[in-house]
């Protein structure tokens, strides 16, 4: 008699408690918010995903604004996954290589995956100073130069940042396309 009751009590807190596990799962669990970017999705802050990053927002070679994708439709972050980490960088077009002009907006907005390529950390500083404006992971010293693609100009980093192509629609700042190169840590 003792191991039935025990047996009924285990069924009867099991089912008591998958209702609130589903739930917690269902409000935890967006596979939206782990979408990389997709074409369309505007830009919201990595400090308040409330709000929508504009064109405005970033000033001449000013500290690049670390953002996530935002889908305007269903209004979700994508910021699930890390590897959504977008720095967005406004300089000047006269600076910019060729090929990193071409991807640039009119204005000389341009984005790449705030994730460094050496060992995922987060590219967090920005140095501007004698001429040299450079995104900096403080984790090995990477740095990358956001005007000629943010090719690795200095420490163990193997490859550039991952751009992501952006354009303006309707004064609102927003992605054009996918990621050009690997995101992060991933293999060559």
Sequence with gaps: MDDRRKFLQSIALTTLSLPLAQAATADDENPAT???PQPGDLFVSEDDEKKIISPNDLRLGQQPLAAFPYDPKDKIARDGS???RVLLVRLD???LGETTRERATPDGI?????ICTHQGC???GWIKDQGKQVMKCFCHNSEYDPAHGAQVVFGPAPRPLA???VKIADGKLVVAGK??????????
Excluded: C, D, W
């Design 34 to 36: 782990e979408m990389p």
């Design 82 to 84: 890390r590897l959504n």
């Design 93 to 95: 077009l006269k600076a």
């Design 110 to 114: 341009l984005a790449y995956s705030g």
């Design 122 to 124: 987060p590219v967090t």
């Design 163 to 165: 751009a992501l192509l």
């Design 179 to 188: 990621f050009i190169g690997k995101v992060g840590l991933q293999q060559t």
